[in-house]
């Protein structure tokens, strides 16, 4: 036994968070109350973006985001396979089809490169949109992204479930946050503990078209409205427009929100201090993901390559240091295998899959944990 126990992530609640949960409780609301509304203007606001939809976990935000964008049955879109299964299951929900693209070797993003000969082998109208990853909190570049999807009639969703806090440089020099709408129809973020905000459960969709907004409310409550009605009966009248779901979060954990992502600016410059000391311990001993020029990452996870892959988990678990791998891809799910894949050649994917490990990242590791961390990892590269 060593004398840490350190895990690849973690949540840190502290009593202001608890607080805000208690007073809610005591409050009149305990779902859909004045916390959500207050809840998605704050992260609207913080990513950037005009609108913001609260919903009960990112896996519910990325099922409202296709249907509000109208796939069907038998549609087809492109994700990359280096993601959690969500990122691609939101298209099974609707009925769709997923065809994978490949990673970039070196940032592990659903590269635009590989993306672009998968439409082109294709006929015209052959798919229908595109949902890119910030994978491990780096921004995939959104502007070649649009480019590419507006001279193919596509839609984009951001999967920027790693990403709340991250941004590149856009070719005229501005910021452009992850889920600030600019260049995707929707983002869809994750309040999973082990994300950068932790709600229990929750998530947010991020939009600037008032058009989805609305869509995204209606599906949110099953549909219902009172709002643009074709009839009204009186004051107790609602209709339902579409089949929708009860997608809602609630305000105890829309106070959990507010408070974590009050601290989400100093926790990613946090998750930043903890990558460069990495980086600098690594060198060019240990590869690591490459961060493009003009881009922030967020940093949910840290990513190392590491030849003897298996070696190396089993070894840091020795030592109480609990490396994750992120992640299975996609495409080797036996789910994915079942229903049949064909499409472009995923060499890089599977290779990645072959000597990826996530190391701890999480704003309140100290500076002696992860010296630790480098030392393990460094005595087994080395020996
Ligand atoms: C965590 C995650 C999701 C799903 O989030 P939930 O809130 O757990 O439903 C989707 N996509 C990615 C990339 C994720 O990391």
């Not at 007073?23 to 609301?29: G, I, P, V």
């Not at 609630?250 to 410059?269: C, R």
């Not at 903890?274 to 490459?290: R, W």
């Not at 064909?342 to 072959?354: C, F, I, Q, R, T």
């Amino acid at each position: 036994m060593s004398k840490f126990k350190i895990p690849y992530g973690r949540q840190s609640i502290e009593q202001e968070d608890i607080d805000a949960v208690i007073k809610t409780l005591q409050s009149d609301f305990l779902t859909q109350g004045p916390k959500v509304l207050e809840f998605e203007q704050k992260f609207a606001d913080y990513v950037e973006a005009k609108y913001a939809v609260a919903v009960n976990n990112a896996t519910s935000g990325l099922h409202l985001s296709v249907l509000a964008l109208g796939l069907k049955k038998g549609e087809r879109v492109i994700t990359t396979p280096i993601t959690f299964a969500a990122s691609a299951n939101c298209v099974r929900f609707a009925g769709g089809e997923v065809w994978f693209a490949d990673i970039d070797p070196e940032t592990y993003l659903l590269d635009l490169n590989s993306v672009r000969e998968l439409i082109e082998s294709k006929p015209k109208g052959f798919f229908k949109g595109l949902i890119p990853v910030d994978f491990a909190g780096l921004p995939v570049n959104l502007e070649s992204f649009k480019d590419l999807a507006d001279e193919h009639d596509l839609w984009i969703i951001e999967d920027a479930c790693h990403a709340p806090g991250g941004y590149f440089i856009n070719s005229k020099g501005g910021r452009n946050r992850c889920g600030n709408g600019s260049y995707a129809d929707l983002a869809v973020f994750s309040f999973h503990p082990v994300k950068h905000i932790a709600c229990g459960e929750g998530g947010m969709i991020t939009t600037n078209s008032e058009e989805l907004y609305k869509k995204l409310l209606l599906l949110r409550t099953h549909g219902i409205t009172k709002d643009d009605m074709s009839e009204d009966h009186g004051g107790w009248f609602y209709e339902m427009q579409e089949l929708g779901f009860n997608y809602r979060l609630t305000d105890m954990q829309s106070a959990l929100g507010i408070t974590q992502l009050a601290k989400n600016e100093d926790g990613v410059i946090r998750r930043n201090k903890i990558a460069d000391t990495y980086k600098i311990a690594f060198g060019n001993k240990v590869k690591f993901q490459f961060l493009p020029k003009d881009s922030y990452n967020a940093h949910h996870l840290f990513v190392i390559e590491c030849e003897n892959r298996k070696g190396l988990y089993e070894f840091l678990r020795a030592h109480d240091v609990y490396a994750q791998i992120h992640y299975i891809p996609v495409h080797m799910l036996p789910y994915y295998k079942k229903i049949g894949y064909e499409g472009a050649n995923l060499a890089h994917a599977e290779k990645y899959y072959d000597s990826c490990i996530s190391l701890p990242m999480y704003p309140t590791l100290t500076e002696e944990e992860q010296e630790f961390v480098i030392d393990k990892v460094l005595s087994f590269v080395h020996g």
